[in-house]
């Protein structure tokens, strides 16, 4: 691999040569000669020194980009610096393909009026130049973002994606989505079940996704954009396509026995879920009280719904304090689940054997 001289860079920046190209955030310089950009974070001294997890950043990015993952770019060489009393953290990094979707996103935008009557007007899907972007990002293209952003994910890397954090290279054969902006956030997914690390993925992938349509796209193009990346995710991500049912509230309600099947993984997930959160309290990682049933489990709580509701909370709309019974129900189902988990503790210590509150 090539080996590069950041001093060199870090001088032409400090002569003032080049312009800062940032669109919001940390200065920004272009090299377009080597296709390199150098970043410059700062953080005040005080409190410690800026982007101080880059090398473990740069060891997991590089570990992937030699795996072939798609749309990231390579750190080349990061140094440190003390400048009056801020902790500076020069990056150079691979420039990444295409452009930021700060462009995509404010590019053509119309009138207020317009967007609004656009809805009459369905078969017109966008008053802008850019069709490829906006009649829908190849497959392809959507595909590889998604399996990139999972293997990130994976290897805790943490994304912002802002439209400023966003690149898309519109290339049907060679372009696509690129992240930039790395942080590391250890243990991100290894605490997670299964599912919760598909909608994790599927979350950041959606908002990459949509940083590519400007504002005046319509709801047919945003909803096809949707189905591709449900498709990529099915393709690429192995816990959605394992739990897809639950996931998409996919109910077998003409099923009997399919209906049986879903209930009893429901029941199998929220038996999960707290069999997790005891493992994590048991190693301090986390507190009774931020135990909580994923989302997943709460938008199919009809399905798995708590013993008993109390609805004494429950009273007339104008009252400020009012719950609704869907909100009662959900409380009564946070706390049926952490009043198991305090069960399950107090029978751990009681019988002293560390494993004894795992269920099959």
């Known amino acids: 691999m090539k080996k590069y001289d950041i001093e060199k860079y870090i ?17 920004c310089y272009i090299f377009d000669e080597d296709n390199v950009v150098l970043v410059k974070y700062k953080n005040y001294a005080q409190y410690g020194t800026a982007r ?13 980009a030699d795996e072939g993952v798609p749309c990231i770019c390579r ?22 393909k295409g452009k930021p979707c700060t462009e995509y996103r404010d590019m053509n935008s119309v009138e207020d009026e317009a967007i609004a009557d656009l809805a009459n007007y369905p078969e017109i899907q966008y008053l802008g130049t850019d069709q490829h972007i906006v009649n829908g990002v ?4 959507i595909k590889d973002m998604v399996y ?13 994606p802002k439209h400023k954090n966003v690149f898309y290279d519109a290339d049907p054969k060679n372009g696509g989505f690129t992240h930039i902006d790395y942080l590391y956030h250890k243990n991100l997914t290894n605490n997670l079940c299964p599912w919760e690390t598909s909608t994790l993925v599927m979350g950041f992938a959606m908002a990459t996704l949509m940083d590519t349509l400007p504002k005046s796209a319509t709801q ?26 639950w996931i998409e509230k996919e109910v077998p309600t003409n099923d009997p026995e399919g209906m049986k099947k879903y209930v009893e993984g429901l029941e199998k997930m929220r038996k ?5 959160n005891v493992r994590l309290i048991k190693n301090g990682e986390k507190e009774i009280w931020n135990c909580r049933p994923s989302r997943v489990l709460l938008e199919n709580i009809e399905y798995i719904p708590p013993k008993k509701v109390d609805l004494s909370r429950v009273r007339d709309d104008s009252d400020w304090l009012s719950e609704t ?36």
């Open 11 to 27: 001088e032409k920046v400090k002569s003032g040569e080049l312009e800062n190209k940032s669109v919001g955030g940390s200065p």
């Open 272 to 276: 999960e879920e707290i069999d997790r």
């Open 52 to 64: 101080s997890d880059i090398k473990i950043v740069k060891e997991k990015i590089d570990a992937l």
């Open 220 to 245: 047919k193009v945003r909803q096809q954009m949707v189905e591709n990346l449900k498709k990529a995710a099915y393709k690429v991500i192995p816990e959605y396509q394992a739990y897809k049912p």
């Open 138 to 141: 190849p497959y392809e293209h």
């Open 148 to 160: 990139a952003t999972s293997e990130l994910l994976k290897a805790d890397i943490g994304l912002e």
């Open 325 to 360: 019974v869907e909100e009662a129900t959900k409380r009564a189902f946070v706390d049926e689940m952490q009043a198991e988990i305090k069960s399950l503790l107090k029978e751990s210590e009681k019988s002293n054997k560390p494993d004894s509150y795992q269920m099959s």
């Open 75 to 96: 750190i080349l060489e990061t140094q440190d610096e003390i400048e009056g009393d801020k902790s500076i953290c020069w990056v150079l990094e691979e420039k990444a």
